[in-house]
C-alpha cells in the first residue's frame, strides 16, 4: 500500500483515504480512523460484562474454553481463537501461538530464546512465549511497523 504523510504548520489534521477495494486492510484503516474499538462480552463470575478489546492482554484457549486476560480481570469468553482472529482482524492482534493470541500494543519488551521462539513481556510482567512456527511473521510484522514511526 502506498501512503503519503505531510506535516503541516497551521490548519486543521485532515487524512484522505483513497482504496480501489474494500478488503479488511482497508476496513481496519477506517475503522481506526474513525476510532471504532471492538467490544466483547465476556463473563467473570456469573455476570457479563463488556470488554474493549484495546484493553486485552491476550487470549487463551485452555481445556476448549477461551478466556480474555485484561490487568484487572479474566474473562471467559463464548468464541473460539479462530473467531476472535477474524473479529479482531486489527493489525495489533497476533496469534502467537496454537492456543493464544496476544495484544501487541501491550507488550512491554521481548527476548529471543534458542530454537527461534520469542518471549513476550506483557506490561502487567506476565511472560508469553511465541511458538516458532509464529515467531517469523511476529518479527516481520514488528519490523513493517517500525517503519511506520
Not at 483513497?18 to 456469573?46: A, C, H, P
Not at 478489546?53 to 491476550?58: F, G, H, N, P, R
Not at 513476550?120 to 511473521?137: C, F
Request: aromatic residues 10%.
Amino acid at each position: 500500500m502506498k501512503y503519503t504523510i505531510n506535516h503541516i504548520s497551521t490548519g486543521e489534521n485532515e487524512v484522505i483515504f483513497n482504496y480501489t477495494d474494500m478488503n479488511q486492510e482497508v476496513e481496519r484503516i477506517i475503522n481506526f480512523i474513525k476510532g471504532e474499538r471492538t467490544k466483547l462480552i465476556g463473563w467473570s463470575d456469573k455476570e457479563q460484562r463488556l470488554i474493549d478489546s484495546k484493553a486485552i492482554l491476550y487470549i487463551e484457549t485452555v481445556d476448549g474454553k477461551t478466556f480474555a486476560y485484561t490487568e484487572e480481570d479474566v474473562l471467559r469468553l463464548e468464541y473460539t481463537l479462530s473467531q476472535l482472529e477474524q473479529l479482531l482482524n486489527d493489525i495489533n492482534f497476533f496469534r502467537c501461538s496454537k492456543s493464544m493470541i496476544i495484544n501487541i500494543d501491550k507488550v512491554d519488551s521481548l527476548r529471543s530464546l534458542p530454537s527461534n521462539r520469542i518471549d513476550a513481556q506483557m506490561v502487567n510482567g506476565e511472560h508469553i512465549m511465541i511458538s516458532r512456527t509464529y515467531a517469523s511473521d511476529f518479527r516481520r510484522i514488528l519490523r513493517k511497523g517500525a517503519q511506520y514511526e
